[in-house]
């Protein structure tokens, strides 16, 4: 309990910024007291150098979750740019590491828009063969390269008695710049953007994150370091050529490091690369030198990948975590997140367009003429025309099956439309991709709530962005203006104390409410709810109604998908019902009751007005048609 | 034009071979959803395997596919048994990691038990040809061909006919379905996985003969087949055959009359182009899930 | 509030003292083990009772392992043979050697760590121009002597240094020298005339290939093909078609050792035989080659080569007859021999000087001629040999020097049979 103790004490506070500062003191100190440890010198610049790597590797495969097998191509690029350059102008290669940086992220930037549009395994393809290509390349157009001659960098000017201690100071530097920047990154809201594509991507797109942008910057954000390092690297080899300075083999360190340490976090890929450096160079020195290199690695990696996918930090912080839950008493969050009370707020929309001009018989602000959508032969949405006047709160209602989740898809972008228009505040939206949609104010909750879980509840809430600009991107989201705009939401819901909790361990309920919060922040005029009170207590319903009312009378407009029929009635006006993928009625709630063709829609007997349990289990047809 | 026509009878021959590999790489991919980065080593493996039993026992390496595949279909089930059935689920990025560790681990277990050197099995009819109206068929060329169509034809009719077969096209085309009408996914997996495996079992005896090999040779291999799914559209078995003999022709009529040196970059720039024109390639659809736009 | 330390948030890392004690330890681990050491420009006074330790970085594992392997056994059988006789400079010679595994940043730390850390006294140099371009470098910086057994690109010699000798007979470019010498002895009527050049990309064999191109133009063989082929090609078959389509008399071909096997074997599958065959390398791999094509097929096969086994030069025999002593009777491949010659020179010089002085070796070197198992060795003032190389024809299935005279093993050269 005593080191337990003492580590908390450290984590807690300023000591625990003191243990980085320190090693970096030490490490910066050490070439002065052991001028002439030159063999140690070059092996932890090597270390440093991975490490850097590790950790630029990190921001797009760490944070945004995509993996890239052929990172070392920027190493390459970088040390070509420098070495070739101050062949031609014969000159330090050092002048040139901004324009190794440049050509670095101009590289991933193009790369990464022809694949970064897209899933899957598009990119991991693309990042190897861009690394083997460029092999073939650099070795193809010898006029410009010296092909496979390689190119001679100038030799370091200053005297042979400093032997690498400018190159370890060089890459000392590079890297505490490196981790600076990746720290900075994942601070900012484009951090937060980064970290919810790779947990949901989908649902990112929703609350406003321009996915493509955020991965391509991602991308081209990892590169830059490694392309200004190659620049050092070029200098400190002295030789380049094709094979060597495009190395796979560097690649699988680099990701191995990451892997190692913990991908995702800070420390880990720094941790990992400082691992992976001095166990290979003691491998090499103590272990005979055998051929057993690469099976080492290979071995490693399927390894680590198999047992240890989250790396070594977050298993020891898991542990951690574990047993100092243990120690205490654990707080039950459901009770405490019922009891606490709401702070009012004004949530204002940017132009409350109802209240704004209330003389006006003003455009409906969400006008859907005539969408369709099918998957296969089965028509989910059929023609249908629907209309949500500027601070109403509309529901859609309808049997399992009739197609109300997909044009929630519809209107929100998660799906293309088949055909016909959708409109929203004067703007046709339907072939927007789905974050303009969002900045244009439309905002979305899910029937089974899509939270980043991993992510803190104050993550989720801050991650949203309510406009396309750049600057947005780059502001804190840790402190600053952002993150206290999502306290204030959060207070708004009530759930202001759980801020830091991971968003996985909140109840279903709880859930529900940060979702809602998470829409707030951007500033929506319109939201759409996919069953608010679906699956939820009694006492969160009718928080989750004085909610939606509230925002309502600050000029939200609200469409909302309910099964709770009463709840319907008692909240929205107009009502439209949906049935076989059409409007069939639409109108007061009262009318809406009483219309013949609504009871025979729900005469089926799917149909249970009173049962609040999502969907899942109900719901097989909804299901199929999603998975469609 | 003979150089022509010559060109032409190459690519095609060459392209045979291509889509025997290709087609195991794109089953792998079709049934579970993970680029089998490993594909590659495996194949350098069996060459391996068949130029030592070649050279000891002078037994013709074409006729070894015969041992090699049902070799290697067991060394499949065991690799998704004891491997990649662990990490089902997880991200794209995970599963490429683990194939890619793996590929490493086989290219190191022959860097360390057969050396860094350049092999080819060469049987006496390696330096022969048949010759049509002054047209070159090397006979290694033919009979390495011949035994991947023969194969190719096999696979086709098992995943046609069998119920096996069906079972994994099914569990390709719609994963959830298949699982509703009593097919075990992991069980499917597991065979498609053998399957696929199996194919290297064939394309590592073929290769032995018609092209000199090393342990980091399968780099090479493996964005040939890459490129060549990508092409056809990743999980197509028809898209792989359609790929396989476009590239195969592609590489041949570039290093008659451009250069070998970029030839190999062909696939390479189809990769690139593929994803950037039409992601899903010639049959597919899978690749590449855009966010609507 | 307990869970809170469970959640993936960044401010836990950054405050997290873990991943830092872990870094901490691994880092003070390293700086325990090298505390010590002196400025490098300051070298230990020579102690003649302490062994004279030579340092080298070989290539014993990765792509480059089998001339690394060889070189090893050439300087192994260097050491014993100096050894046996009293050593160098009355001291016992050592060899520190370690493996760069074929890569560029380990053979940097290697010869880093062999000069700063081991202090040896002398260096000799690894295999492959890719390794001795970086090596060099080490070597340059810390004013070391630097002597390479290969590693004969031209380009490694613009580079000013003053301490780097190639213990070779000549670069790369005039490597095709004593070929084209000898296509000029012959009659015009019998010079080839027209010739086809395809090369390896390689940065050994594509300039003996380019220059040989530019002398025998020069000398009016018409050029009708030239292509170059990446280091990984494996399939030649496009390559024979299209020399065939164009039937050259002379084949000379930039080939490293598989692709020369290669081109060779599509040649035979289109059956076209030119009238002159040369290759740079590959022919000189004995066993392998002539496995690889056919010993039949050999007849007539020109190339370059360093070292022959029947040279007359002084140590040769002993040489061959140690390593066939030690690994089976076999004949040294041409890198061991090299390797050896490359330490002959540096005993020679050492020898010369009289004590372990880099600069005044170096300066007698740039001044001196050597005699070394692959003849008379001299250097101008880059580092670059100004001798020729041997040329060799295969006759009989074995490998015969046929030119220059002086080193000549036979007097004829045969004609090319057609394929078998």
């Known amino acids: 309990m005593t080191t337990l103790g003492r580590i908390r004490a450290l984590t807690s506070g300023r000591s625990g910024r003191l243990v980085p500062l320190l090693l970096f003191v030490v490490l910066v100190g050490y070439p002065v007291v052991f001028p002439f440890a030159i063999y140690e010198q070059g092996v932890l610049l090597l270390a440093f150098l991975l490490a850097l790597m590790a950790v630029s590797w990190n921001i797009v495969s760490g944070f945004a979750g995509y993996v890239s097998l052929g990172h070392s191509v920027f190493l390459g690029l970088g040390a070509y740019t420098g070495g070739l350059l101050a062949e031609h102008f014969q000159v330090n290669p050092l002048w040139f590491m901004p324009v190794g940086g440049l050509v670095a992220f101009v590289a991933a930037t193009l790369v990464g828009m022809v694949v970064l549009r897209a899933r899957g395994h598009a990119f991991v393809i693309i990042t190897i063969a861009l690394l083997l290509a460029m092999q073939v390349l650099v070795n193809n157009f010898s006029q410009v390269t010296h092909g496979s001659n390689g190119v001679n960098v100038p030799l370091p000017t200053w005297s042979s008695d400093y032997q690498n201690m400018p190159f370890y100071y060089m890459f000392l530097a590079l890297l505490a710049a490196t981790v600076g920047f990746a720290a900075w990154v994942r601070r900012t809201k484009f951090g937060t953007g980064l970290l919810a594509i790779r947990e949901d991507e989908d649902k990112a797109a929703a609350i406003g994150v321009n996915t493509t942008r955020y991965k391509v910057l991602a991308y081209a954000a990892s590169a830059v370091p490694i392309g200004v390092a190659g620049v050092v690297y070029a200098y400190f080899l002295s030789f380049l050529n094709p094979i060597g300075a495009f190395s796979l083999l560097t690649s699988v360190t680099i990701v191995l490091s990451a892997l190692l340490g913990g991908r995702g976090t800070l420390w880990g890929p720094v941790l990992g690369g400082f691992v992976v450096t001095i166990v290979t160079e003691v491998a090499n020195v103590y272990g005979g030198g055998t051929d057993s290199r690469l099976l080492v690695l290979g071995l490693a990696l399927v390894l680590v990948v198999l047992f240890l996918p989250r790396g070594v930090l977050p298993a020891i912080s898991a542990r951690l975590a574990r047993r100092r839950a243990a120690a205490q008493t654990v707080e039950y969050t459901d009770q405490a997140g019922v009891a606490s009370a709401r702070t009012p707020i004004v949530v204002s929309p940017r132009s409350a367009p109802a209240a704004q001009t209330p003389g006006r018989t003003a455009a409906p602000l969400l006008e859907i003429r005539g969408a369709a959508r099918s998957f296969g032969g089965l028509r989910a949405v059929d023609g249908v025309d629907l209309t949500v006047e500027a601070g109403s709160i509309t529901a859609l209602i309808g049997p399992n099956g009739s197609g109300k989740t997909t044009l929630f898809n519809l209107v929100t972008g998660a799906m293309s439309l088949g055909s016909g228009e959708i409109w929203f505040d004067g703007t046709r939206i339907d072939q927007l991709p789905p974050w303009e949609r969002a900045h244009l104010g439309l905002g979305r909750t899910f029937q089974i709530t899509r939270l980043f879980k991993s992510m803190t509840v104050l993550e989720n809430v801050v991650a949203p962005l309510p406009t396309a600009g750049w600057g947005l991107m780059a502001k804190d989201a840790v402190s600053g203006h952002e993150a206290e705009r999502a306290r204030e939401l959060l207070d708004f ?76 009635l008692d909240l929205c006006d107009p009502v439209a019902v949906l049935s076989r993928g059409q409007v069939i009625a639409q109108g007061p709630p009262s009318i809406v009751r009483a219309d013949p063709a609504v009871l025979e829609a729900y005469l089926g007997p799917e149909w249970l007005p009173a049962d609040p349990v999502p969907g899942p289990v109900l719901k097989p047809a909804d299901l199929s048609v999603k998975g469609g | 034009m003979t150089q ?290 | 509030m307990a869970r809170q330390h469970d959640s993936g948030n960044f ?56 001339p690394g392997g060889e070189a090893r056994k050439g300087y192994e059988i260097w050491r014993d043979q100096v050894n046996a006789d009293g050593g160098l400079l009355g001291r016992k010679i050592e060899l520190k050697i370690t493996d760069d595994a074929s890569n560029q940043d380990t053979v940097v730390t290697d010869y880093t760590k062999l000069i700063t850390q081991d202090k040896v006294d ?257 250097w101008d003032q880059t580092g670059a040999p100004t001798s020729q190389f041997l040329l060799a024809q295969w006759q009989n299935g074995a490998p015969e020097v046929v030119a220059p005279k002086e080193a000549a093993t036979v007097d004829k050269v045969v004609t090319k049979t057609p394929w078998q």
């Open chain 1, 493 to 568: 819901v009530g759930l202001g104390r759980f801020g830091a909790q991971q968003a996985g361990s909140l109840s279903y309920g709880q859930q529900k409410l940060v979702e809602l919060a998470q829409v707030l922040m951007l500033e929506p005029k319109m939201i759409l709810l996919d069953e608010p009170a679906g699956g939820i207590n009694p006492t969160l319903i009718n928080r989750m109604v004085e909610i939606i009312r509230d925002l309502n009378r600050q000029g939200i407009a609200f469409l909302v998908v309910e099964h709770n029929i009463p709840l319907v």
């Open chain 3, 122 to 378: 002398l260096l000799l140099g690894t295999f492959s121009t890719l390794l001795n371009f970086p090596a060099s470098a080490v070597a340059e910086k810390n004013k070391m002597l630097y002597v390479e057994p290969a590693g004969g690109a031209p380009k490694m010699f613009d580079r000013g240094f003053t301490k780097l000798f190639f213990a070779q007979q000549a670069t790369a470019s005039h490597q095709p020298d004593v070929f084209v010498d000898y296509i000029k002895s012959l009659p015009e009527s019998e010079r080839p005339k027209t010739a086809a050049y395809p090369t390896q990309d390689d940065p050994f064999t594509t300039p003996v290939i380019e220059s040989m191109q530019k002398q025998l133009e020069a000398l009016g063989v018409k050029t009708v093909y030239t292509t170059t082929y990446p280091a990984d090609a494996t399939n030649f078959q496009t390559i024979a078609s299209a020399i065939a389509a164009k039937k050259p008399d002379l084949i000379a071909q930039g080939a490293v050792f598989e692709d020369g096997v290669g081109l060779v074997r599509s040649l035979q599958q289109l059956n076209y035989t030119p009238k002159v065959l040369f290759q740079t390398s590959a022919p000189s791999n004995a066993g392998q080659y002539s496995d690889g094509i056919g010993k039949a097929n050999t007849e007539g096969v020109f190339y370059t080569v360093s070292w022959n086994e029947k040279a007359k030069t002084p140590n040769n025999a002993e040489f061959v007859a140690e390593y066939a002593k030690r690994y089976n009777g076999g004949i040294p491949a041409e890198d061991a021999a090299d390797a050896y010659a490359a330490a002959q020179v540096v005993q020679a010089a050492a020898k010369a000087v009289g004590k372990i002085d880099q600069d005044a070796m170096a300066t007698w070197l740039h001044a001196n001629k050597v005699e070394t198992i692959l003849g008379t060795l001299a």
């Open chain 3, 11 to 66: 401010a836990r890392h950054a405050r997290s003292v873990t991943p830092i004690r872990a870094i901490a330890t691994g880092v003070a681990v390293l700086l325990a083990v090298g505390a010590c050491g002196t400025a490098p420009s300051k070298t230990a006074a020579a102690d003649n009772s302490k062994p004279l330790v030579v340092g080298i970085s070989l290539p014993l594992t990765g792509d480059f392992s089998q």
């Open chain 2, 4 to 293: 022509l026509v010559q060109a032409l009878v190459l690519g095609l021959l060459i392209g045979g071979v291509y889509a025997l590999m290709a087609s195991g790489l794109t089953l792998i991919f079709g049934v579970m959803n993970i680029i089998n980065v490993a594909h590659g080593a495996l194949l350098i493996l069996v060459a391996f395997l068949t130029w030592k039993t070649w050279s000891v026992t002078g037994i013709d390496p074409i006729l070894l596919a015969v041992v090699m595949t049902p070799l290697m279909f067991g060394v499949g089930w065991l690799l998704y048994k004891g491997v990649l059935s662990r990490i089902s689920g997880s991200s794209p990025g995970m599963s490429v990691l683990l194939t890619f560790g793996i590929a490493i681990t086989i290219e190191g277990i022959l860097n360390v038990t057969a050396g860094n050197k350049f092999r080819s099995a060469t049987p006496s009819y390696f330096s022969q040809s048949f010759r049509i109206l002054g047209i070159s068929l090397p006979k290694a060329q033919v009979y390495g061909c011949i035994a991947a169509v023969l194969v190719l034809g096999l696979l086709y009719v098992v995943l046609a006919k069998t119920w096996t077969g069906r079972a994994i096209r099914a569990t390709a085309q719609n994963p959830s379905g298949a699982a509703l009408i009593g097919i075990q996914a992991s069980g499917v997996a597991a065979l498609a996985f053998a399957i696929g495996t199996a194919t290297t079992g064939v394309g590592g005896s073929v290769l032995s003969v018609l092209y000199p090999f090393f342990p980091a040779s399968h780099y090479d291999w493996i964005s040939r087949l890459l490129g060549i799914i990508v092409l056809g559209g990743m999980g197509s078995l028809a898209g792989a055959l359609v790929g396989a003999i476009v590239l195969g022709l592609a590489e041949t009529l570039t290093a008659t009359y451009v250069s070998l040196q970029w030839s190999t970059l062909i696939f390479y720039a189809v990769i690139m182009i593929v994803l950037l024109f039409r992601p899903q390639g010639l049959f597919g659809s899978r690749l590449r899930q855009d966010v609507m736009a």
